[in-house]
């Protein structure tokens, strides 16, 4: 265990008093310049870094309303100060949203606006320096980019836009973080994130099927690179391997089988979730997207379905078709792309699976909605889809299933504490602190549900419970996949 | 001519022009820079009549703010309301004759101040109290409360201690609007008040203020969500754009 406390729980959650600088220790590892320049950064800070960032910065406020009308807007209120999952984790004013914009804003009013040009301290405008650029390395690495904060801000504005600026100023001038950089050059060159090449993928999946064969007495596929199938399954490549996500593999594998569906994972994109739109670089993001439809066409099929995870879908509900479209070349009748809690929902709603819900009676089941599901995406065709139908399939799972309070679920969740590309263990400590609103919050459910288990319907929030839980009182596998509750549920053979 | 209205008279023309063409330029400078990608914060409508729903009740009620805090809401409502029945009720030194209904509600106005002074108190009391906002505040978000207050207080002086001859004001500033100028009154309130206001008018385009033109085109708020319906093509255009396109 690293140096440091498991925050304790408090009798009801309260907004800690500030604590000012107690996190800014916390940095990730600074990549290495061959990870640097493999994504197109430079490798070292580079001797002008102060104009480069300078400038940048204009040209990124030039090409962003968002950014623009959010660096103008901010009256300083306060309503967002509580809202920070790492501030009332951490207790560091610096991780109240308006503190973190700030030490974007103070620069950008310094050299963008006449009252931070001739006025500065009256305004909290300050000159870009080297200490600027040290709190920003640490600051927006402690930024999930969760979007809770623009929930609550009485003008919409959303930290995570301004996080993801300040790390492409950051990678622009050479200091870019070790593990979303390295993870995006894998993904560029191998297909995912893990480095995973088509032999140790074709590899495990066969492993599956073994498995999943043993267990049940049928044969369920997991096929890979099959042309002319109907379906491309993208997925986060943790699923191929980790704990609990390849439980939700199996289970997605379970649906297209049952359902009869034809379906294919490529190793050319192996990977759905996009660590570019982490450091806010459209050109990397770019790329990754670009996989996704060239396999789509180099495979021929009709749709496209991502598995469980949040920030992907993100990327891939409202940024793909922008960002490599257009998929004209699918089958229209289905929404591009759609998830697999949508392919489950509807097969569920037509009573086209078979459900055995006594097989999780084991558990007693509540659920995290990931924050880039809830806020920043949507599934089915109704406004809020995106809280109703994961809680509708594992409802059709299981028969014990209770929420947590409500100003911890839907569009207030709080993040795991590992997002927006954080889940890596030299920030440990800052996952463990940022996690502690929704420990707390399922600690209550525990206390009065006797909830057994949590399901979470992203690879970042299962990899992080996964560490996180043992912190704070409970057990690593007290964290579920959906579609392993669906894979325990399902029964497979009959009819299709 | 005393010098006092001559100055008085440049000082709003300047303030006049500053706080319109600081909009307008500030404004277009909004609707003009791209949005790169689609950012509603979900749930969003899934239409663009729901998009003007949320809008409206976003401008009216401050839903948002509501949600997130009480207290700073209704400080925060309370300011904004009073404020448009203030400014409403000041129409009537600007239009003759008087229109009807902002006849009608001046006595709602005369309030109104009271509650404008209220609810920035309320907010000046968080900004002092609380340790997250203080820590956030800088000397500027003092100075802009003190500024509105003064504003209020000063009024509130004119019609309750003090009282200005504003038949004469009303004169200024039809003068002003037609170029006729009329003697402006030298009523130390009245000369303060107006100061305060035709500074207020210049520091706008350039404060915080922004957020009320701000507001209308925040992306997280203004968007649709229907990226699957409808392609999201990138407006204006920038290097790294147009290779999407």
Not at chain 1, 31 to 43: H, L, M, N, S, T
Not at chain 1, 391 to 408: G, L, Q, W, Y
Not at chain 1, 446 to 471: G, R, W
Request: a negative charge; aromatic letters at 10%; proline letters at 6%.
């Amino acid at each position: 265990m690293a140096d440091f406390e498991t925050p304790a729980f408090k009798p009801y959650p309260e907004i800690p008093p500030i604590e000012i600088g107690v996190m800014a220790h916390s940095k990730p590892y600074v990549a290495k310049p061959d990870i640097q320049e493999k994504v197109g950064f430079p490798g070292e800070l580079i001797d002008n870094w102060k104009q480069v960032a300078i400038d940048k910065m204009g040209e990124l406020v030039d090409n962003s309303r968002a950014l623009r009308v959010f660096l103008d807007s901010c009256v300083k209120c306060g309503a967002c100060t509580d809202k920070c999952h790492y501030y009332l984790g951490t207790s560091d004013p610096n991780n109240m949203p308006v503190a973190r914009q700030d030490l974007f804003r103070s620069v950008y009013r310094r050299y963008y606006t006449v009252a931070g040009k001739y006025f500065p301290s009256l305004v909290g405008a300050r000159d870009l320096g080297q200490e600027v650029l040290d709190e920003w390395y640490s600051y927006f690495h402690q930024c999930s980019q969760c979007r809770r904060c623009s929930v609550y801000c009485p003008y919409g504005i959303d930290t995570a836009e301004i996080s993801m600026a300040a790390r492409e100023i950051l990678d622009c001038v050479g200091v870019g973080q070790k593990y979303c950089n390295e993870i995006i050059g894998k993904a560029q060159t191998i297909g995912n994130n893990l480095g995973l090449p088509e032999p140790a993928l074709a590899n495990t999946l066969e492993g599956l099927e073994e498995d999943i064969e043993e267990e049940t007495g049928v044969t369920v596929r997991l096929p890979l690179d099959q042309k002319g199938a109907d379906i491309l399954l993208i997925t986060p490549s943790a699923d191929f391997f980790a704990e609990p996500h390849v439980d939700g593999l199996i289970g997605y594998a379970k649906v297209f089988h049952q359902a009869g569906l034809s379906w294919t994972i490529s190793s050319y994109a192996s990977e759905a979730a996009n660590f570019g739109m982490f450091i806010g670089s459209y050109e990397n993001m770019q790329v990754l997207a670009r996989r996704i439809r060239e396999a789509a066409l180099e495979l021929g099929v009709k749709r496209i379905v991502f598995g469980e995870c949040g920030h992907a879908w993100r990327v891939a509900y409202n940024f793909l078709d922008t960002l490599a479209g257009p998929f004209d070349f699918l089958d229209p009748a289905y929404p591009m792309p759609q998830h697999i809690c949508e392919v489950t929902y509807d097969l569920l709603q037509r009573n086209a699976l078979k459900m055995d819900r006594s097989a999780n009676d084991d558990m007693v089941l509540t659920l995290h909605d990931s924050c880039n599901i809830a806020r920043a995406s949507r599934m089915g065709n109704f406004e809020g889809g995106q809280f109703v139908i994961p809680r509708e399939v594992i409802k059709a799972s299981c028969n014990h299933f209770v929420d947590m309070p409500a100003d911890t679920i839907r569009e207030a969740t709080f993040c795991c504490g590992g997002g927006g590309g954080l889940l890596t263990d030299d920030l440990v400590e800052l996952r463990v602190k940022g996690s502690l609103p929704r420990m707390e919050a399922l600690q209550q459910v525990v206390n009065d549900h006797e909830v057994t288990h949590m399901a979470a319907i992203c690879a970042i929030c299962k990899s992080q419970f996964s560490k996180i839980l043992p912190y704070y009182g409970f057990e690593m596998d007290q964290v579920v996949s959906i579609h392993q509750l669906v894979s325990n549920a399902i029964q497979l053979g009959g009819e299709h | 001519m005393s010098l006092l209205t001559i100055i008085f008279a440049l000082l709003f023309y300047f303030a006049a022009a500053v706080i319109i063409i600081g909009l307008v330029y500030r404004i277009r400078l909004y609707a003009t820079t791209p949005t790169p990608l689609r950012i509603p914060t979900m749930p969003a409508p899934t239409t663009g009549a729901g998009v003007w729903r949320r809008m409206f009740f976003e401008i009216t009620l401050f839903n948002s703010l509501f949600k997130s805090n009480k207290w700073i809401w209704l400080f925060g409502w309370v300011f904004h309301a009073a404020l448009l029945l203030v400014l409403l009720r000041h129409l009537r030194y600007f239009t003759d004759p008087v229109w009807s209904w902002v006849a009608l509600i001046q006595p709602l106005g005369a309030y109104a101040a009271f509650a404008m002074v209220a609810g920035l108190a309320g907010l000046w009391a968080r900004r002092l109290l609380v340790d997250r906002v203080r820590y956030i505040s800088s000397p500027s978000d003092h100075l802009m409360l003190a500024l509105l207050i003064a504003i209020g207080i000063t009024g509130l002086g004119m019609k309750y201690v003090a009282a200005t001859d504003i038949v004469a004001v009303k004169a200024f500033f039809l003068g002003l609007m037609y170029f006729d100028w009329q003697p402006l009154p030298a009523d130390p309130v009245l000369i303060l008040h107006l100061l305060l206001v035709a500074m207020l008018m210049i520091i706008f385009p350039f404060s915080k203020l922004l957020h009320a033109p701000g507001v209308f085109f925040c992306p997280t708020r203004n968007q649709v969500d229907n990226a699957r319906e409808k392609r999201h093509m990138p407006t204006g255009a920038s290097p790294s754009l147009k290779q999407a396109g």
